[in-house]
């Protein structure tokens, strides 16, 4: 009597389970796997919109080797857009790991800066940051490194004066026009930060404390291997973000390809590129695993 009690309770549970998902699974059908399907089936046809609808005939491989091979501004789009990730996904995970280890100290106002970080988070996803370019002639990013410097000087007279090689320069340059965009980007990251500081037992500072060891080695021996695995998330979202920005100029120029009503040519372009992406987040995850993870474990 007890196994079939226990067997209808897991089965109203499972039941009940079912019943609450059913609306998400609706969803995730209706609105993500057919219109993924449906751009896989575009970037091998061509599309033609006509007064009776779409037209799709198949083409196989044609608009790939068209955007690889004869498109002129694709792999340079392509190749800008890994390039920027190079250089902006480390500054945003060590500048959010930073500003986490701080607002996660013991402080007054600790609960105000906490939500002045991710405000931008908020912002960024309504109709505020529409109003905000708005009301500006120039992006936000590119003006505020000249509003805080007063016009006395810019960051080419810097780099000149320092006499750094090129490479050097122009990544110095490319981090400060782009600081307010990175600490922009910073929000979530944080949280998922705060959240992983917070799982540490304080036991282990504890310990680390009595054996002598000091706020750098807390950090390094303690703090930063027990944030392995956060820190494997917050580089793999912030990639994928990076990757997926509005403001990416391959991501731009499919937009306007979209709206434009070229379905096919730009569905390509997408798959293309998101495969490129796959790659390298791949790649990211086995070196993390097997030269970070296992070392630490």
């Given at each position: 009597?007890r196994?079939k009690k226990?067997?209808?309770?897991?089965?109203?549970?499972a039941?009940?389970?079912l019943m609450?998902?059913?609306p998400?699974?609706?969803?995730i059908?209706l609105f993500?796997?057919?219109?993924?399907?449906?751009?896989?089936v575009?970037?091998f046809?061509d599309v033609?919109?006509?007064a009776d609808?779409?037209?799709i005939s198949l083409t196989?491989i044609s608009?790939?080797?068209?955007?690889?091979?004869?498109?002129?501004?694709?792999?340079?789009m392509?190749?800008?857009?890994l390039v920027s990730?190079?250089?902006?996904?480390?500054?945003?995970?060590?500048?959010?790991m930073?500003l986490?280890?701080?607002?996660n100290?013991?402080?007054?106002g600790?609960?105000?800066?906490r939500?002045l970080?991710?405000?931008?988070?908020?912002i960024?996803t309504g109709?505020?940051?529409?109003?905000i370019?708005?009301?500006?002639?120039t992006?936000?990013?590119?003006?505020?490194?000249?509003a805080?410097?007063?016009?006395?000087f810019t960051?080419t007279?810097i780099m000149?004066f320092?006499?750094l090689p090129?490479g050097?320069?122009?990544?110095?340059?490319?981090?400060v026009?782009n600081?307010?965009n990175?600490v922009?980007?910073?929000?979530?990251?944080?949280?998922?930060?705060?959240?992983?500081?917070?799982s540490?037992p304080g036991?282990l500072y504890?310990?680390?404390h009595?054996e002598?060891?000091?706020?750098w080695?807390q950090?390094?021996f303690v703090?930063?291997p027990?944030?392995?695995?956060?820190?494997?998330?917050?580089v793999?979202f912030t990639?994928?973000e990076l990757?997926t920005?509005?403001r990416?100029e391959?991501m731009r120029?499919?937009?306007?390809l979209?709206?434009?009503?070229v379905y096919d040519q730009?569905?390509?372009?997408?798959w293309?590129?998101?495969?490129?992406?796959?790659?390298?987040?791949g790649?990211?995850?086995l070196l993390?695993n097997f030269?970070?993870?296992?070392?630490?474990?």
């Open positions: 009597m196994n226990r067997k209808g309770v897991e089965s109203l549970k039941r009940d389970g609450f998902i059913t998400w699974i609706i969803g059908v993500y796997l057919l219109p993924l399907i449906q751009s896989i575009y970037s046809s033609l919109l006509t609808g779409m037209k196989g608009h790939y080797k068209y955007i690889i091979t004869e498109h002129p501004d694709y792999t340079n392509l190749t800008e857009s990730m190079v250089y902006q996904l480390p500054l945003i995970v060590i500048l959010s930073i986490a280890i701080m607002l100290r013991d402080f007054r600790r609960v105000f800066f939500g970080y991710f405000l931008p988070v908020i960024a109709i505020a940051m529409e109003l370019f708005k009301t500006t002639t992006d936000i990013s590119s003006s505020a490194p000249e805080v410097a007063g016009s006395l960051t007279d000149n320092l006499n090129t050097i320069a122009d990544y110095v340059s490319n981090i026009n600081i307010f990175l922009w980007s910073c929000g979530i990251q944080i949280i998922l930060f705060i959240s992983g500081l917070q540490i036991s504890e310990a680390s009595i002598g060891a000091t706020k080695e950090f390094w703090t930063f027990m944030l392995g695995r956060i820190t494997l998330l917050v793999i990639m994928v990757f920005d509005t990416n391959l120029h499919v937009s306007t979209m709206k434009g009503g730009s569905s390509a372009m997408l293309f590129y998101f495969l490129i992406v796959g790659g390298v987040i790649i990211i995850m993390y030269k970070i993870l296992k070392k630490w474990e």
